[in-house]
């Protein structure tokens, strides 16, 4: 199985037949290789609701009649904007669906958007994803700060492969990433995500690759790794 990533910490898979997307921020994302007017859907994921993370969601769900799946004050924010097809869920939940099995895991960082009278909305907790397919386990950060149950995270399930925010700023750097990856999770591969899409996150993954002991793909968007 391939798994792709799209830029930013956007990346998706298919399997079982079924299409699925992780954090889709298209629209605005430089380094984005996809069109949200044409990107294929059946399930979208989201880790939290920050604009480039929660980006063309609703424009992509309602044009492919995606299921979303969020947390409880995502998707009823979603219901407000016309998403019919949601699935909610909360951090140490997990539920098998027909493409796998998604576990919602806890990450360290904010979760707001701004509606259209500029007012915050906030949405709780973020949110990393242990996605469990085709026998192999995924496990995306999204958004978080170094945080020692990782290492827990990791031991309750093996990572194949991980997905790693190194820019920095908003996120872990390449300092706390690298020992997250060597001290606590382990995973087989690693793919840096949430870097140079803006001024403030603009890093070399080369750096970050020269830290971490197992193999590390660095990728553009549109290329992928295999499980």
Known sequence: MKVYFHGQSCISFESNGKKVLVDPFIT???????DAS?????????????G????????????????VVATPEIVSYLGG???????????????????????????FHSNSLYDD?????????????IIEV??????????????????LIAERHPVDLCFIPIGDNFT?????????INTFINPKLTVPIHYNT?????????????????????????QSVTL
């Open 28 to 34: 605005g994302n430089k380094l984005s290789d996809l």
């Open 38 to 50: 044409t990107v294929q859907a059946d399930y979208i994921l989201l880790t939290h609701g920050h």
């Open 52 to 67: 480039d993370h929660i980006g063309d969601t609703v424009e992509i769900a309602k044009r492919t009649n995606a299921t």
């Open 81 to 107: 904007h016309g998403i019919e097809h949601a699935h909610p869920m909360n951090i140490g939940g997990k539920w098998k669906f027909d493409f796998g099995t998604v576990k919602y895991v806890q990450a």
């Open 117 to 129: 009278e500029g007012n915050i909305i906030y949405f709780g907790m973020p949110c990393g994803l």
């Open 134 to 151: 085709e026998g192999k386990t995924i496990y995306h950060a999204g958004d978080t700060g170094l945080f020692s149950d990782m290492k």
């Open 172 to 180: 872990m750097g390449i300092d706390d990433a690298a020992y997250a």
């Open 198 to 222: 803006f001024p403030y996150i603009e890093v070399d993954p080369n750096e970050f690759k020269s830290q971490v002991k197992s193999p590390v793909e660095i990728l553009d968007a549109g």
